[in-house]
């Protein structure tokens, strides 16, 4: 069995120029992410975890460390289209329908992985998110909720191996954000795909994710992991249960460890 990471980060620091000095957002940050694994980012505002998603994603460079998914560097992958981004806006085009939105990084990204994009079927996504109905509305005529499902199926639709993910439901209503995420589960649970997920919800962190990495104030450094032991797949009922409960006190008590330090 291969045991070698997909992605790699190594003792990875940056920082930022500010007005009133620098900004440290990393400092020594480290961890290994499995191909097919679902690991989720958690922490304080302004702790780096957007930074650090940035930076495995290629849009942003180090200042010290090093990066290294499927052994090639982070702007490899994203020339060579394994990246896909779901970002806390849909931004979805105004002027086309739900269907042309979702089709719309296939056809801009031809060099998209060519056998993950064409089992990757649009209508069949949108219609398992609920939304076949609405192939041809536009985004004007959708909820907030609709229109994070749509961007949700567009990054999918695309074929990319690795989605970054980056508070995307953020948002939402609290009602609507629990469905959207038992609507990823499921069209993840079926793409084989690798995600890093950026939430502030410790129950979104513990639902979707079979590690959760915890991180201390600024500078963002990761203070724990925590393994995510619920069987899957997994169903909403779950949130009732001792395990899913425990698994929440770990997380909020690592939380409070890196606010105070």
């Known amino acids: 069995m291969n045991t070698t990471p997909l992605i790699s980060v190594s003792d990875v620091a940056k920082s930022f120029a500010h007005q009133r000095g620098v900004v440290h957002a990393l400092a020594g940050c480290s961890l290994d992410i499995a191909s097919g694994e679902f690991v989720t980012l958690i922490g304080p505002s302004g702790c780096g975890k957007s930074t650090l998603l940035r930076i495995i994603g290629g849009l942003l460079d180090t200042?010290?460390?090093?990066?290294v998914v499927g052994q090639r560097t982070p702007r490899e992958n994203r020339a060579q289209k394994r990246f896909?981004?779901?970002?806390q806006s849909p931004a979805l085009m105004p002027w086309l329908s739900v269907i042309d939105n979702v089709r719309l990084l296939q056809q801009v990204n031809r060099r998209a992985d060519s056998e993950s994009a064409k089992s990757a079927d649009p209508v069949a996504l949108l219609r398992s998110v609920g939304l076949e109905p609405f192939l041809h509305s536009y985004p004007k005529q959708l909820s907030g909720g609709m229109q994070q499902r749509v961007a949700l199926v567009r990054a999918f639709a695309l074929g990319a191996p690795i989605l970054l993910m980056d508070e995307p439901f953020a948002s939402l209503d609290e009602i609507t954000r629990s469905s959207m995420r038992y609507q990823l589960l499921d069209i993840w649970e079926r793409s084989?795909?690798?995600v890093i997920f950026v939430t502030h919800s410790i129950a979104e962190a513990v639902?979707?994710?079979d590690?959760?990495?915890?991180f201390g104030g600024r500078p963002g450094r990761i203070i724990e992991t925590v393994p995510i032991t619920l069987a899957r797949p997994r169903v909403e009922t779950m949130e009732d249960s001792p395990e899913f409960v425990e698994h929440a006190r770990v997380i909020r008590a690592a939380l409070r460890r890196g606010w105070k330090q």
């Open 63 to 67: 200042d010290r460390g090093k990066v």
């Open 84 to 87: 896909g981004l779901v970002p």
């Open 192 to 194: 084989g795909k690798t």
């Open 207 to 209: 639902m979707l994710s």
């Open 211 to 214: 590690r959760v990495l915890v």
